[in-house]
């Protein structure tokens, strides 16, 4: 007969269950549903062996972080030794996580199951756990569990501050929508001074300078030579500037009043307020891509990386994912419909690694295999960039560099460096690196230490001591006099 017991871990500590007639209730898996919530046969059923409580806050944060990446702690090992004189050789240790029950397993040569009826039996051990443990209220049990919660949580959102990836899809999505009313917006002014200097349009295609032009002319017919300079200066071309001030005393346009004319250069100074606000976004994702996934921005860009991330989620989604997923990312209306044509419609070859430069440059019948290797070459970057502590491009630049050689291998059949070579070649340069990055570290210290001790001694020659010190020499000063005078007192 196998006996059965099951590990709870709960936020006040660790608690081993004894489970009687384990075979029977295996057999009878509806009947234990059904009997969790009454606690008469529950605890005909289950009963305690032994309760090691967490000794103060920080150590049950440290045991749950660790259990929930499946890690056996020391105080879970020193708990099951503490009853190992309870198993038996046929003892089976009931388990919720299957990976710490592997690791249990290798570690302390238990036979581990989360299978069958033990999920239940957790169930049951959960709800009336209060009434299994001596000392032990539901209000207390909530409150432990809460506060570990909270202190769990915020530990898991305040893992690494300057590599947040929230901010890269915000800003990303916030970037597109800017484009969009950009725009929406540059057209409706385009359409609005139109009717006063059609002619303008054709001279200024570029909508950032249109704006910036209208707001300089404002009335075409007050357009002077006067004001040459300052179109000049606005569009960078002296003959441009001159074909736009002869085409405003030449012009066709209606005439227009005080007040609309106003309500024209409000928005197109509004216009142009958007446009430097797109400049300083693209600016800041740049930055913040630079922290988060530099070999991947350095791969593929930081607009097209940015729309990756997004798009999955998370950097941790994207680097999970396959590269046959990274390869049709955005592309998944598209897919869905030629997997429901069944075989009429061809499956797309790409999603967003279309906006690349490397899928423009190659070939129209190279491009889905560009593309297959583009995608190849995203997802390692992006697990490198997920799960290194420290961030570098070193990677993205060698990758890069392995789909600029495959673009040449397509045109003229030139045979590019093995991947194996090229990943050896990084990681060398990486150690290089990180070992500059310590020394700069250790001479930063000693200088400062140095800064110091120079600062300390000229402080002492020139009479000009650090407060602490002042106050130490002060006391000693102190207790001399007081012994020179109870001396002389005597």
Same mark, same amino acid.
């Given at each position: 007969?196998?006996?059965?017991?099951?590990?709870?871990?709960? =936020?006040?500590?660790?608690?081993?269950?004894?489970?009687?007639?384990?075979?029977?209730?295996?057999?009878?898996?509806?009947?234990?549903?059904?009997?969790?919530?009454?606690?008469?046969?529950?605890?005909? @059923?289950?009963?305690?062996?032994?309760?090691?409580?967490?000794?103060? =806050?920080?150590?049950?944060?440290?045991?749950?972080?660790?259990?929930?990446?499946?890690?056996?702690?020391?105080?879970?090992?020193?708990?099951?030794?503490?009853?190992?004189?309870?198993?038996?050789?046929?003892? /089976?240790?009931?388990?919720?996580?299957?990976?710490?029950? $592997?690791?249990?397993?290798?570690?302390?040569?238990?036979?581990?199951?989360?299978?069958?009826?033990?999920?239940?039996?957790?169930?049951?051990?959960?709800?009336?756990?209060?009434?299994?443990? #001596?000392?032990?209220?539901?209000? +207390?049990?909530?409150?432990?569990?809460?506060?570990?919660?909270?202190?769990?949580?915020? $530990?898991?959102?305040?893992?690494?501050?300057?590599?947040?990836?929230?901010?890269?899809?915000?800003?990303?999505?916030?970037?597109?929508?800017?484009?969009?009313?950009?725009?929406?917006?540059?057209?409706?002014?385009?359409?609005?001074?139109?009717?006063?200097?059609?002619?303008?349009?054709? /001279?200024?295609? !570029?909508?950032?300078?249109?704006?910036?032009?209208?707001?300089?002319?404002?009335?075409?017919?007050?357009?002077?030579?006067?004001? *040459?300079? $300052?179109?000049?200066?606005?569009?960078?071309? +002296?003959?441009?500037?001159?074909?736009?001030?002869?085409?405003?005393? +030449?012009?066709?346009?209606?005439?227009?009043?005080?007040?609309?004319?106003?309500? @024209?250069?409000?928005?197109?100074?509004?216009?142009?307020? *958007?446009?430097?606000?797109?400049?300083?976004?693209?600016?800041?994702?740049?930055?913040?891509?630079?922290?988060?996934?530099?070999? *991947?921005?350095?791969?593929?860009?930081?607009?097209?990386? =940015?729309?990756?991330?997004?798009?999955?989620?998370?950097?941790?989604? *994207?680097?999970?994912?396959?590269?046959?997923?990274?390869?049709?990312?955005?592309?998944?209306?598209?897919?869905?419909?030629?997997?429901?044509?069944?075989?009429?419609?061809?499956?797309?070859?790409?999603?967003?690694?279309?906006?690349?430069?490397?899928?423009?440059?190659?070939?129209?019948?190279?491009?889905?295999?560009?593309?297959?290797?583009?995608?190849?070459?995203?997802?390692?970057?992006?697990? /490198?960039?997920?799960?290194?502590?420290?961030?570098?491009?070193?990677?993205?630049?060698?990758?890069?560099?392995?789909?600029?050689?495959?673009?040449?291998?397509?045109?003229?059949?030139? !045979?590019?460096?093995?991947?194996?070579?090229?990943?050896?070649?990084?990681?060398?340069?990486?150690?290089?690196?990180?070992?500059?990055?310590?020394?700069?570290?250790?001479?930063? #210290?000693?200088?400062?230490?140095?800064?110091?001790?120079?600062?300390?001694?000229?402080?002492?020659?020139?009479?000009?001591?650090?407060?602490?010190?002042?106050?130490?020499?002060? +006391?000693?000063?102190?207790?001399?006099?007081?012994?020179?005078?109870?001396? $002389?007192?005597?």
């Amino acid at each position: 007969m196998s006996q059965l017991f099951i590990l709870f871990e709960h =936020a006040a500590g660790y608690a081993l269950f004894r489970i009687k007639e384990f075979e029977e209730i295996g057999m009878l898996l509806p009947q234990v549903e059904q009997s969790v919530t009454d606690l008469s046969r529950f605890r005909s @059923v289950v009963s305690l062996v032994g309760f090691a409580p967490f000794k103060t =806050a920080v150590v049950a944060l440290e045991n749950i972080n660790n259990i929930s990446e499946g890690i056996v702690t020391e105080d879970l090992k020193l708990f099951l030794d503490s009853c190992s004189s309870e198993f038996t050789k046929d003892t /089976i240790l009931g388990v919720a996580d299957p990976k710490l029950g $592997a690791n249990i397993t290798e570690t302390l040569d238990i036979k581990c199951d989360h299978l069958n009826a033990v999920p239940e039996i957790i169930r049951g051990i959960r709800y009336h756990f209060h009434n299994l443990v #001596k000392g032990f209220t539901s209000q +207390s049990s909530t409150i432990a569990q809460l506060g570990l919660g909270h202190s769990y949580s915020r $530990a898991k959102v305040k893992f690494n501050v300057n590599r947040v990836d929230n901010m890269i899809i915000q800003s990303i999505t916030l970037l597109d929508q800017l484009d969009k009313d950009i725009n929406t917006f540059s057209m409706r002014i385009r359409e609005w001074y139109s009717y006063h200097f059609p002619e303008l349009a054709k /001279i200024v295609p !570029e909508n950032h300078l249109y704006a910036k032009v209208a707001r300089v002319i404002q009335d075409r017919k007050e357009l002077t030579n006067d004001k *040459l300079a $300052a179109i000049e200066e606005v569009v960078m071309d +002296s003959e441009k500037a001159k074909a736009i001030v002869n085409a405003a005393n +030449s012009s066709m346009g209606m005439d227009i009043n005080e007040t609309d004319l106003k309500n @024209v250069e409000q928005f197109a100074k509004r216009v142009v307020a *958007l446009v430097n606000y797109r400049k300083k976004m693209s600016e800041y994702l740049t930055s913040k891509m630079e922290g988060v996934a530099p070999n *991947l921005a350095t791969l593929i860009g930081d607009q097209v990386g =940015a729309r990756l991330i997004a798009h999955a989620g998370s950097l941790t989604n *994207l680097a999970k994912a396959p590269a046959s997923t990274v390869q049709i990312l955005g592309a998944e209306k598209a897919l869905f419909r030629a997997l429901k044509s069944r075989g009429k419609a061809n499956t797309p070859k790409y999603g967003l690694l279309f906006h690349s430069t490397f899928i423009g440059r190659a070939g129209t019948k190279n491009r889905g295999r560009i593309a297959r290797y583009l995608a190849n070459k995203c997802s390692i970057a992006s697990r /490198i960039d997920c799960f290194t502590e420290t961030p570098m491009k070193i990677f993205g630049e060698k990758l890069r560099q392995q789909v600029e050689d495959r673009l040449v291998y397509f045109t003229t059949g030139k !045979e590019p460096k093995k991947n194996l070579d090229v990943m050896r070649e990084a990681l060398e340069e990486t150690a290089h690196m990180l070992a500059a990055m310590e020394k700069e570290k250790k001479e930063k #210290k000693k200088k400062n230490k140095k800064k110091r001790s120079e600062v300390l001694e000229n402080g002492q020659e020139n009479g000009h001591i650090e407060n602490g010190e002042a106050e130490v020499d002060m +006391s000693i000063q102190k207790k001399k006099k007081k012994k020179s005078k109870h001396i $002389a007192n005597e």
